[in-house]
């Protein structure tokens, strides 16, 4: 299947600093990218939806001005966490859907990224 | 509003045994239902979907029976081998987004 590649795999920074994550799509144009977070023992939860060049679509509840999410391209998303607090602690989850996968729903996952803040 | 649940584990197992995991789901509609797993240290990825009712999805020796009249999706493997240990996600697709339940952790011992 295609692949997709998230970088860091894991990051330890201080409150108060920004930490960016970067998700890119390496062998197939993303129209589509997904971010989730997980938390331990709990089910995904997804936080935005990007469409490249576009603005992303964030649920309800999560903080656009908090997760910044740029879709530049159609093989890189990255996922800015600002002014990250202990709360921040995660694990993100990338996903991404080409044209072929609108109508049958696969998504190919990226490996995660785990944030701790201290 | 729309759900999954799915049994809580580790659910933990002898190598050949039958393989189980529970899905309900509470959605508007009938959408499609999927199974991701989670191998250590990877990504997750499509063990098998169903589009629609009495649709049985498969691979690599797992199967799921669309069950409308249960709301329900239950994943199954005859005889499991230590290479399926994995956390298992069912998720049904809600409006072109995926709703994920908790994952199921199964370890496969010798």
């Known amino acids: 299947g295609a692949v997709v590649s998230q970088h860091p795999s894991w990051v330890i920074c201080k409150s108060g600093t920004s930490v960016k994550i970067e998700c890119r799509s390496l062998?197939?144009?993303?129209?589509?990218m997904f971010w989730y977070r997980q938390f331990p023992k709990q089910s995904l939860m997804l936080m935005a939806t990007?469409?490249?060049?576009?603005?992303?679509?964030?649920e309800q509840g999560v903080e656009k001005d908090k997760f910044l999410i740029n879709h530049a391209s159609l093989t890189l998303s990255t996922l800015t966490v600002t002014s990250a607090h202990p709360e921040d602690s995660s694990f993100y989850i990338c996903?991404?859907?080409?044209?072929?996968?609108?109508?049958?729903?696969?998504?190919?996952f990226g490996e995660g990224s785990r944030l701790t803040v201290l | 509003g729309d759900s999954v649940t799915q049994m809580e584990g580790p659910v933990t197992l002898s190598e050949e045994a039958f393989l189980t995991i529970n899905c309900t789901y509470t959605?508007?509609?009938?959408?499609?239902l999927f199974w991701y797993v989670q191998y250590p240290g990877e990504g997750l990825q499509l063990l098998l979907k169903?589009?629609?009712?009495?649709d049985k999805g498969s691979n690599k020796g797992f199967e799921a029976t669309y069950r409308k009249e249960t709301t329900s999706f239950h994943l199954e493997k005859g005889s499991v081998q230590v290479s399926d240990s994995a956390v298992y996600f069912c998720a049904f697709d809600s409006w072109g987004k995926l709703q994920f339940g908790a994952g199921t952790q199964v370890v496969v011992t010798p």
């Open positions: 990007s469409n490249e060049g576009s603005k992303a679509t964030y």
């Open positions: 996903s991404a859907r080409g044209l072929a996968g609108v109508n049958t729903g696969e998504l190919f």
């Open positions: 169903a589009t629609k009712a009495d």
């Open positions: 062998d197939f144009q993303a129209t589509t």
């Open positions: 959605a508007t509609g009938y959408p499609s």
